[in-house]
């Protein structure tokens, strides 16, 4: 009866906790909602009430009516996805390695991998842009896409490093007493089976590429080239009727597929992030 109690506490903690988490992070996006459902005239009189006295759709139907903002929208879309599948050819050998191959310093080097993950864009930027400035990597789609997927590769590595540890090894033995050889055991047992985990990876890196600023800011100066992180800055500022309830409704927009993406695949991201936890 006491357990029973104490569980029935402890989970009523745990819910208010998780409430006023979500109250934290989705306030300022409903306070974002305000500001794109009102006028102009209601903007600038500065009015603090939450809901709109005269709320209107009008800012939506500029944004998603501006052909700028649907380039916005397509760049940030190829620039994720490119980074996403770029990301997994890269990183699906990478984990296979790490989970089956025994090598010396396999310890430290999944260290260094992490220790990668940990570095924020921010300190390697001025280097990186004399660099790729250098190699003619500027103001193009394929170099930024290089930097997304350098920035990536450490977890989606870990990620899939988790789902193939929770493979059995006897289905790799059995392939290869058949005679299949290491590359067959990947590309036929491993990758079939670890197909969750590659999905999850990838909507992680897509989530991941869709909300990168800082990278396409410092590396496309090009308009048509900006994806929406960057594009509704630009968008706003040349507009001749822009102001605060365009912004608002722009930044709605672009980070609304983020997520819906994520609420809709929760559980399937959440199952890449803890894959291996316990196991391997």
């Known amino acids: 009866m006491i357990n029973s109690r104490q569980e029935r506490i402890g989970d009523f903690f745990s819910y208010l906790f998780l409430l006023i988490t979500f109250l934290f ?22 009015v603090s009430r939450l809901i709109p ?16 903002f649907a380039g916005y929208l397509w760049n940030a879309l190829l620039l994720s996805s490119a980074s996403a599948i770029g990301c997994l050819i890269v990183a699906l050998p ?18 260094v991998l992490l ?15 004399r660099y790729m400035a250098k190699i003619g990597l500027t103001d193009s789609h394929f170099g930024a896409t290089m930097v997304y997927i350098a920035l990536a590769v450490p977890m989606v590595t870990w990620i899939l490093k988790g789902f193939i540890d929770g493979i059995p090894r006897s289905l790799d033995e059995a392939a290869l007493i058949d005679g299949c050889s290491h ?19 990838f909507i992680i890196s897509v989530i991941a590429g869709w909300s990168q600023f800082l990278v396409p800011f410092l590396l496309i100066s090009k308009e048509a080239l900006m994806p929406i992180g960057v594009g509704i800055f630009q968008y706003a500022g040349t507009q001749n009727d822009s102001s605060i309830q365009l912004l608002a409704a722009a930044c709605l927009v672009s980070v609304v597929p ?23």
């Open 94 to 111: 990478a984990a296979y390695a790490f989970s089956r191959f025994p090598f010396r310093g396999k310890g430290p080097w999944m260290m």
């Open 183 to 201: 590359f067959g055991v990947f590309w036929r047992i491993i990758l079939p089976l670890a197909t969750p985990g590659i999905a999850s990876a």
């Open 115 to 129: 220790a990668f993950q940990m570095i924020s864009p921010l300190v390697i930027m001025v280097p990186l842009y």
């Open 53 to 68: 006295k005269s709320p209107t759709l009008d800012n939506f139907i500029a944004i998603l009516s501006s052909d700028k």
């Open 258 to 280: 983020a997520i819906v993406a994520f609420l809709s695949l929760q559980r399937l991201i959440l199952g890449a992030m803890t894959a291996g936890a316990v196991k391997g």
């Open 25 to 46: 992070f989705a306030w300022p996006l409903v306070w974002l909602l305000s500001l794109a459902l009102r006028t102009r005239k209601e903007v600038f009189l500065g």
